[in-house]
């Protein structure tokens, strides 16, 4: 390391900013580490938003990761390797970045930075499966702080190579678009308490190379061959089936990997999202199947509409696995309602859309979805509508976008329409149906004892509607 | 899923571990939930993190503890880790009468950031090196008097106290927490019957623009 004068020292990251050039006024190890964030974020922005949502703050475990550069982790034989894999990166700031006053990552501006950034990632990618299974900050924490002590460096390292243009890129993108776009970070869930977790910008996704996701998708679903089994018991029996499906369709994708490609299509918006959203099912249950249609089919708009009519994402998106919590309960009640009509099947759809960019919840079209909603479907929409709003509003701005390039919402309406009798068993659906019914209505109870804001009388109340949830839960993953 | 195996407990407290660096935080923290002391330790960097299942008075309590550096330079990160902390456990020194007189700067620490219904528990840490001592057990006592605080001295290399420690402490806290439960309990029963239905047919349509920021 070039002493305390490259960007990445060390020895300055408890002091404020060296930089004086923050917008934000704390210290490096902050700005680092919602850097890091940042970046996991466009990776892998289930397990972010997960990690978020249980207000895992990342500098509860990247001070410890970057104060001592990782040297706390690994042994010493492998914390070499590493160091010179640091080391070996230039750390002189980017010029992308320098002309940019108000760089919010400035400690990471550089190619060794953004390396650094890229190698945290990736261990938190590592143990990806093991903190989506964990439902509590502390616990995750646990993991991240006591890093598995087994692991394959030199995988790690890789990763982190992969993700290191990335991380650079996100790191001046971020700080470009900060001065550019004022998105507000309206994540609604859940106490956003890191500085910039949820806030970065909702454009940033278009702007990733393409052929990113392919590699990222090929890199993170070999790791979910390793962690095949994690929690597998749990999975409905729905789905099993599915996984086996799907299997099969990966090893093809795997032992033919698609070239990559640097048009800029119509796709573009689609692409990325599409396949964040298949990371997050692929969690323990491999339903990578939209990874693979999008990326075989390097066509239009149409083919990102068409898979939803495919019948092969549909509705399991966000069952248990689903590193939100909420999701959980409203995904079942939407299951309950899809042959009800298909703006609730739509409705599934979106929710299970890992809400990427959770800003923006204040646009305008998407009420009108609720509106039809209400309209259909009556009460049982109210619980779903709840739970999946961020979601769904990822799903009409990309179908706003989709619309503005020349495709309609009215395709989207269709391919819902025939996701319908292809895989949903009528008497499953009906039970389903029930089974949202009850959640619903203990979900109610929870919701006007928030809005009475009483919480000494309502306490009760809702610890016993939530006990009645907890049961349907533990009905719906046995079933 | 995981839901499951967390749930495996009828009370969930969160505890930070604090004091100046060096007074043996980590290895009361390793010796309570690992039963091991390590005497060559190195300083935590941050917060470390542990946790341990008790019973207390047939309950079964789950302790989260975390265990913060002491050094000066993390202060700036600190402070959120008091955030949903409902108990602390205050460690000084018993050789260091430095360690001791800074008690009082933790005191206005946890004033600041932590929940002021907080629970905080003092201990002397080291109580196997008597010979050097250069706090006397009384001083301890009095301090722990006056600011109305539990007070134990410990030995995390002899295990003595401390369990008994986070026992204590533990133990203070779930008597607040079931107090409180059994307050709302009965707040809740005279109010429940006519107060349910009603609620949720006012509320519910109306409710729709809070949705967003409530269903967090």
């Known amino acids: 390391m070039s002493g305390a004068h490259g960007v990445v020292s060390m020895a300055e990251f408890f002091s404020p900013s060296p930089y004086g050039s923050s917008l934000t006024g704390f210290s490096p190890v902050i700005e680092a580490s919602s850097a890091m964030y940042h970046l996991l974020s466009v990776v892998d922005s289930p397990l972010h938003t997960h990690l978020v949502e249980l207000g895992v703050e990342p500098q509860y475990f990247s001070l410890r990761w970057l104060r001592v550069l990782f040297g706390r982790e690994f042994s010493l034989e492998d914390l070499l390797l590493l160091w010179d894999e640091i080391f070996a990166c230039d750390n002189t700031k980017c010029k992308k970045v320098e002309a940019e006053e108000s760089s919010n990552c400035g400690v990471l501006d550089s190619p060794r930075g953004a390396f650094i950034s890229a190698f945290a990632v990736s261990m938190i990618l590592k143990l990806r499966a093991s903190l989506l299974a964990t439902g509590n900050a502390t616990s995750c924490l646990q993991k991240l702080v006591n890093f598995p002590n087994d692991v394959n460096l030199e995988k790690l390292v890789a990763k982190a190579k992969s993700l290191q243009a990335l991380a650079a890129e996100v790191n001046s993108l971020n700080s470009i678009m900060l001065v550019h776009n004022e998105v507000k970070p309206a994540s609604a869930r859940g106490h956003s308490l890191s500085l910039d977790s949820s806030s970065y910008p909702r454009t940033l996704l278009n702007v990733v190379p393409e052929s990113y996701w392919e590699e990222k998708w090929r890199v993170l679903h070999n790791e979910e061959e390793h962690k095949q089994g994690v929690g597998k018991e749990e999975v409905p029996k729905i789905r099993k089936g599915w996984s086996e499906r799907v299997k099969l369709r990966l090893s093809r994708t795997e032992t033919d990997p698609p070239p990559l490609m640097k048009t800029v299509s119509i796709k573009l918006p689609e692409e990325p999202s599409s396949v964040i959203r298949s990371l997050f099912g692929s969690d323990e249950n491999k339903e990578n199947s939209v990874c693979d249609e999008v990326v075989e089919q390097q066509g239009s708009v149409e083919v990102a509409d068409k898979k939803f009519g495919s019948g092969e994402i549909p509705l399991n998106f966000s069952d248990p696995p689903s590193p939100i919590h909420g999701l959980e309960n409203s995904s079942v009640a939407s299951n309950s309602s899809v042959d009800e009509n298909e703006a609730e099947s739509c409705g599934t759809h979106r929710e299970g859309c890992p809400p990427v960019g959770v800003s923006a919840v204040s646009n305008g079209p998407p009420s009108e979805y609720d509106i039809q909603n209400d309209e259909s479907t009556g009460k049982s929409v109210a619980g779903v509508k709840e739970r999946s709003f961020s979601g769904k509003f990822l799903w009409l701005r990309k179908f706003e976008q989709n619309g503005v390039e020349g495709a309609t919402c009215e395709g989207c309406d269709n391919s819902c329409e025939s996701s319908k009798g292809e895989t949903v068993d009528q008497n499953t659906m009906v039970s389903l149906r029930n089974l949202g019914e009850a959640m619903l209505e203990n979900i109610q109870v929870i919701e006007s004892v928030f809005e009475t804001g009483s919480p000494e009388n309502g306490k009760v109340t809702a610890m016993s509607a939530l006990n009645e949830l907890r049961k349907i839960s533990n009905l719906l993953s046995q079933m | ?216």
């Open chain 2, 1 to 216: 899923m995981a839901g499951r195996v967390d749930h495996e407990y009828d009370y969930l407290f969160k505890i930070v571990l604090i004091g100046d660096s060096g007074v043996g935080k980590s290895n009361i923290l390793s010796r309570f939930t690992r039963n091991e002391f390590c005497l060559e330790s190195k300083s935590t960097i941050g917060v470390e993190f542990a946790t341990k299942t008790l019973q207390i008075e047939g309950k079964t309590v789950k302790a989260q503890i975390w265990d913060t550096a002491g050094q000066e330079r993390y202060r700036a990160i600190t402070s959120a880790y008091y955030r949903g902390a409902v108990g602390a456990l205050l460690v000084y020194d018993i050789t260091k009468k430095q360690t001791f007189d800074n008690v009082n700067r933790w005191l206005r620490e946890l004033r600041e950031h932590a929940d002021s219904n907080i629970v905080i528990m003092m201990t002397g840490n080291k109580s196997d090196l008597n010979h050097l001592r250069a706090v006397a057990d009384q001083d301890g006592q009095n301090l722990a008097e006056k600011e109305g605080l539990s007070f134990l001295e410990t030995s995390a290399l002899e295990a003595l106290n401390v369990e008994r420690a986070f026992q204590t402490i533990l133990t203070e806290i779930y008597h607040i927490v079931s107090k409180k439960a059994l307050a709302a309990q009965e707040a809740a029963s005279a109010a429940a019957l006519p107060g349910q239905g009603t609620t949720i047919n006012v509320n519910d349509p109306s409710g729709n623009d809070k949705r967003g920021c409530c269903s967090t």
